[in-house]
């Protein structure tokens, strides 16, 4: 069964600083794909980027970028020039075969981002 | 667009009580999934449906635990004779299918349902 984990629970950065939120899976499948999920008090759960196993290159979004290394099984997130709304408990999950091509995710436990202004 | 909408937002129940909780997918989004996520932890996943029918229960906890899916959109989770531990938030995903299946189709989350058992 795949696992995810997130061995932050809490990180903190100084406004417009870079920080780095580490996530590690563990599956035995060659072609999957990565997420980072954003969950601001709202609860609502905000996609913020994802990765293609199969593409070597890391996938960027505005400033938010990943350190995808699939030998190592690893998948951070960096988000540059931090702002104030980018705290949030931040989630990295891994997409898991069902059925039938069909899918659901994997959760880490979440890693809480405090932004100091 | 809408996006998908969870009723109540918040439902404080007594134990041994019943309780639905309501998920309403975004139009077309054939792909519906309920997740859990208990006090300081992830989300656990439940159930997922395609269309009405539902491929993988696995997630659900006991057997208190059901949900259905009518005509393709609404769904509804039950829990019945709810215990303490049931308290958690409940989270609704809903995605297109594509060529490929799920598998490269965002969820698309909801902003849960609270609930609190006293």
């Known amino acids: 069964a795949q696992t995810v984990t997130q061995s932050q629970p809490e990180m903190s950065v100084q406004e417009a600083e870079t920080v780095t939120l580490s996530c590690t899976y563990d599956?035995?499948?060659?072609?999957?794909?990565l997420f980072w999920y954003k969950q601001p008090p709202s609860r609502q759960m905000i996609l913020v980027i994802r990765q293609e196993a199969y593409k070597q290159q890391n996938a960027t979004e505005n400033r938010f970028s990943v350190n995808f290394q699939k030998a190592a099984k690893s998948f951070s997130l960096k988000i540059s020039d931090s702002q104030l709304g980018d705290a949030a408990m931040y989630f990295c999950?891994?997409?898991?075969?069902?059925?039938?091509?069909?899918?659901?995710?994997?959760f880490g436990s979440g890693t809480r981002l405090l932004v100091r202004p | 667009g809408a996006g998908v909408s969870q009723s109540p937002s918040n439902k404080v129940t007594e134990k041994g009580k019943d309780v639905e909780l309501r998920c309403d997918p975004i139009?077309?989004?054939?792909?519906l999934y309920w997740y859990r996520q208990s006090l300081g932890q992830g989300l656990e996943f439940l159930i997922y449906f395609q269309g009405n029918s539902a491929p993988d229960k696995s997630g659900l906890p006991s057997d208190r635990f059901s949900a259905e899916r009518t005509g393709g959109s609404v769904s509804t989770l039950t829990i019945q004779r709810t215990q303490q531990e049931d308290s958690a938030v409940y989270l609704c995903?809903?995605?297109?299918?594509?060529?490929?299946?799920?598998?490269?189709?965002?969820?698309?989350f909801g902003d849960g349902t609270r609930l609190s058992i006293l």
């Open positions: 999950a891994y997409r898991s075969y069902i059925r039938d091509s069909s899918y659901k995710l994997i």
């Open positions: 139009s077309g989004h054939t792909a």
């Open positions: 995903a809903s995605s297109l299918v594509g060529r490929g299946g799920t598998g490269n189709q965002p969820q698309h």
């Open positions: 599956t035995s499948e060659s072609d999957y794909y």
